[in-house]
């Protein structure tokens, strides 16, 4: 039963940056992987990119050098980063993630998040 919620997107012309923030509810919440996934208008749900527990990172060639993703576990917070946008990185954002509550008793079990517009106009 653990959510997460999004924020950061919006309206932005091309070249500006925005950066997303997602949260996860509760203070007793280990993360392990957690993503960033976006999907355009009919199009699939595309990973964008990856945090590993472990600390290893990939990006969707399409933003490499442009989005970095991070998080800060002791917040229990992730961001993505998004520099240098472009319209066609126009999309609906989502936060994906494993995350345990070992203090109830939640296993690790994968969440996401309700989704964030990003528009990027011309």
């Known amino acids: 039963q653990v959510q997460l919620v999004e924020s950061g997107g919006g309206l932005v012309q091309a070249g500006e940056s925005l950066r997303l923030t997602c949260a996860a509810s509760?203070?007793?919440?280990?993360?392990?992987?957690s993503a960033w996934y976006r999907q355009a208008a009919g199009k699939q749900r595309e990973l964008v990119a990856v945090i590993y527990s472990g600390g290893a990172i990939n990006y969707a060639n399409s933003v490499k050098g442009r989005f970095t993703i991070s998080r800060d576990n002791g917040k229990k917070m992730m961001y993505l980063q998004m520099n240098s946008l472009k319209p066609e990185d126009t999309a609906v954002y989502y936060c994906?993630?494993?995350?345990?509550?070992?203090?109830?008793?939640?296993?690790?079990?994968?969440?996401w998040g309700q989704g964030t517009q990003v528009t990027v106009s011309s």
């Open positions: 994906n993630a494993d995350i345990a509550a070992p203090a109830t008793g939640w296993g690790r079990r994968n969440y």
């Open positions: 509760g203070s007793t919440l280990s993360i392990y992987d």
